[in-house]
């Protein structure tokens, strides 16, 4: 099945400087991950020369020109169907006379060595790199993340003090109410004292009174011997 969406083809590489002459020798690279009718389609460069391309390809398609076609300074390159613009890259310069092309790598143009007609050499290391260092960014993330925890134990501890307090609060009140019933149960017994005190008091003048009639008792048998003897 042959498609012409517009979504479907992007520019992936473009060399402005080949090593050696450039006339005949500079390149613009495109992909499609599925066929792609290019009928309609055409390249235009910032000084808005058209290049009309033609054919069904899928994949890396390299469009090498017969003349100078690419500034090596302040260029870029547009791709258009018969609707408008489909695609087109940043603003490049490329002074080195080499293989070194710019290469589109996970949506950014990277100034690297070319890959024509071939998937672009992005490197893995820069994938690795930047997912480690967003890794080592979201580890303090984390570490903080933990160091939150401990924040919350004073809150615990302040309304432990403050059942603390309570528990005393409410021991302090049963201590007043204990006191208040030692009052309650000690004062009856001061009247039973009263009481004990005045019953005391009536054995004690009954032991009086006995001792005192013994007493008299004995100073009588006295004088009765006392007058017998005479
Ligand atoms: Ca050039
Ligand atoms: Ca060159
Ligand atoms: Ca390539």
């Not at 309570?166 to 019933?181: A, G, H, P, S, Y």
Request: glycine share 4%; hydrophobic share 30%.
């Amino acid at each position: 099945m042959v498609t012409n969406l517009s979504s479907a083809i992007i520019l992936t590489e473009v060399e402005l400087n080949p090593e050696g002459s450039d006339s005949g020798n500079e390149w613009v690279e495109i992909y499609s991950s599925e066929d792609f009718n290019l009928n309609g389609t055409y390249l235009k460069n910032k000084d808005e020369k058209k290049y009309n391309l033609t054919g069904i390809f899928r994949g890396y398609l390299v469009i090498q020109f017969e003349s100078q076609w690419l500034d090596n300074s302040n260029e870029s390159v547009y791709l258009f169907d018969s609707e408008g613009l489909i695609d087109e890259t940043d603003i490049f310069q490329d002074s080195d006379n080499d293989n070194f092309a710019w290469s589109l790598c996970r949506g950014n143009w990277e100034f690297i060595s070319s890959t024509k007609g071939a998937e672009n050499n992005c490197t893995i290391e820069q994938n690795n790199q930047s997912e480690q260092n967003s890794t080592q960014e979201d580890l303090p993330e984390n570490n903080t993340g933990q160091e939150e925890p401990p924040t919350e134990e004073p809150e615990e501890q302040t309304i432990n003090e403050e059942n603390q307090n309570t528990e005393i609060e409410f021991q302090t009140i049963q201590q007043i109410q204990d006191k208040n019933n030692e009052k309650i149960v000690l004062n009856p017994p001061k009247k039973q004292d009263a009481n004990n005190h005045s019953y005391e008091t009536k054995q004690e003048n009954f032991r009086l009174l006995v001792s005192y009639a013994f007493s008299l008792l004995c100073v009588m048998i006295i004088i009765f011997i006392s007058f017998r003897k005479l």
